[in-house]
């Protein structure tokens, strides 16, 4: 080693001054980054050795610096980016955190398991992040950090891991944009959020799923979603005598969308539920939710989706509203969005949610 380095170590080491130190720091810095031999291996293990150790004693404005000098170093001093990672500054350990890719998944967990947010914020901004650093910021991070980690499509996610931002983001509306945003999510769990997020979040899930080419859209319906129907609750004490009296219309034909309508108004509800299922191939659930929250934009994919026409459709939306003020003027509003709705772009979003109906209702408690 020339004698320069070892100098410039030695009087680092040994200087009490802040300011002078961090001049020899730059110093330093600079010779071995900037003309280091990446063969050196023995220079770069006695820089590490001996800035580790000095690490502990620096101001945090020296430890910030040295940070920032050596956050993209190629080679590394493993010690000391491993030091300065664990750091309970967030100024020191973020630039590491963020760009070193001399931390090993090990490295990152251990700061992840350990550290607060800000520390895990830091390490979901970094170029890649493996699945099971992702797992450990999900099951950590407030809902800043999980935002930030799904909006770096560098940060790989297992299925498991984003079935677990989906239940966590639809109890917390902030998550729910950058779910809807990530290009990665698979596309069968964006669909599992459509009866979760605002409208203007449902036009971007419907313009995801015209954006699909048919083999990706089978390939996501095939890897579907475990336990799917068993998170949607009981069926309804009636829904027995109800489906019976449907396969038996059914099995006379007198299931038309005239008879749909004629049950609705009738008041009998369940019945009506599962003769909608029967027309439209979706599950019992679905229906049902969009039946008591009034989500008229989701039975506009159903009708459209099974070729329904705008009067049966605006019928049904009367219907349903029909203890809310103003019902004939939303339906209007709502007949302006079902001729709006191109019908190929319904009948890949509802295959999504017939997707329930092939995995099976749960059967009534």
């Known amino acids: 080693m020339p004698t320069t380095k070892l100098h410039d170590l030695i009087a680092l080491a040994q200087e009490p001054s802040s300011s002078r130190r961090r001049e020899l720091l730059r110093g330093v810095t600079d010779l071995f980054f900037t003309a280091a031999d990446p063969r050196a291996t023995s220079e770069m293990s006695l820089f590490d050795d001996i800035m580790t150790q000095l690490a502990g004693e620096m101001e945090e404005a020296v430890r910030i610096e040295l940070a920032q000098r050596i956050g993209g170093a190629e080679p590394a001093p493993v010690g000391l980016v491993r030091t300065l990672a664990q750091d309970a500054s967030i100024a020191v350990a973020s630039p590491v955190l963020q760009n070193s890719t001399a931390l090993t998944d090990e490295d990152l967990l251990s700061v992840a398991q350990t550290r607060g947010q800000d520390h895990l914020r830091a390490i979901s901004r970094r170029a890649v992040v493996s699945e099971a650093v992702s797992e450990v910021i999900v099951k950590r991070g407030d809902d800043v950090t999980v935002g930030a980690l799904l909006a770096n499509e560098g940060a790989r996610l297992s299925r498991e891991t984003h079935e677990a931002v989906i239940d966590r983001a639809a109890e917390n509306p902030a998550l729910q944009e950058a779910v809807i945003t990530r290009q990665s999510l698979p596309i069968d769990l964006l669909n599992e959020m459509y009866f979760i997020v605002e409208a203007r979040l449902r036009d971007r899930i419907l313009a995801r799923n015209a954006e699909l080419d048919p083999a990706a859209l089978d390939a996501a319906l095939a890897v579907g979603r475990k336990q799917v129907a068993a998170r949607d609750g009981t069926l309804p004490p009636d829904y027995e005598d109800a489906e019976r ?121």
């Not at 969308?257 to 009998?268: F, K, M, T, Y």
């Not at 009506?272 to 191939?281: M, N, Q």
């Not at 339906?331 to 019908?343: F, Q, S």
């Open 245 to 365: 009296a449907i396969r038996v219309m059914k099995a006379r034909g007198a299931i038309t969308p005239p008879v749909l309508a004629s049950i609705l108004r009738n008041g009998e509800t369940t019945r009506f539920l599962v003769a909608l299922c029967e027309l439209a191939d979706i599950d019992f659930h679905t229906a049902r939710r969009i039946l008591e929250r009034h989500e008229l934009d989701a039975l506009s994919i159903v009708c459209k989706a099974a070729d329904f026409d705008r009067s049966l459709y605006l019928t049904f939306a009367v219907l349903i509203l029909d203890r809310e003020d103003n019902a004939m003027g939303r339906a209007r509003e709502y007949g302006a969005l079902y001729e709006a709705l191109p019908r190929e772009a319904a009948q890949r979003t509802i295959r999504f949610w017939r997707l329930r109906r092939q995995t099976g209702d749960v059967a009534a408690a």
